[in-house]
């Protein structure tokens, strides 16, 4: 039931920063553990970092220190805030949520957003 639509993806010069937005619907956002993905055409699929219902936080290691995570479960929104980007950003940004982190971890997730485009590019 619960639908997901990520937004805040753009062209952006390398060192530049942006923030993504993952919007659910329903009530139960609160109960969902949520990650977020990203895939370049012809690369594998990565993911970037995880959140709890509790808050706790894991990221990637490609990603450690620049990218932050969080949740705002009064708007049933989830952010990434991506700092200090590099060329190799550049990916299809995607958000994703489940009862249980495993399956975010896994990519079995139940829902999955349509992602949103980053660029980072001089």
């Known amino acids: 039931q619960v639908q997901l639509v990520e937004s805040g993806g753009g062209l952006v010069q390398p060192g530049g920063s942006l923030r993504l937005s993952c919007a659910a619907s329903?009530?139960?956002?609160?109960?969902?553990?949520m990650g977020w993905y990203r895939q370049a055409p012809g690369k594998q699929r990565e993911l970037v970092a995880t959140?709890?219902?509790?808050?706790?936080?894991n990221y990637a290691d490609s990603v450690k220190g620049r990218f932050t995570i969080s949740r705002d479960n009064a708007k049933n929104t989830a952010y990434l805030q991506m700092n200090s980007l590099k060329p190799e950003d550049t990916a299809v940004y995607y958000c994703?949520?489940?009862?249980?982190?495993?399956?975010?971890?896994?990519?079995?997730?139940?829902?999955w957003g349509q992602g949103t485009q980053v660029t980072v590019s001089s």
């Open positions: 994703n949520v489940d009862l249980l982190l495993s399956n975010v971890i896994a990519g079995t997730a139940g829902t």
């Open positions: 329903g009530s139960l956002f609160r109960l969902y553990a």
């Open positions: 959140i709890t219902k509790f808050g706790s936080t």
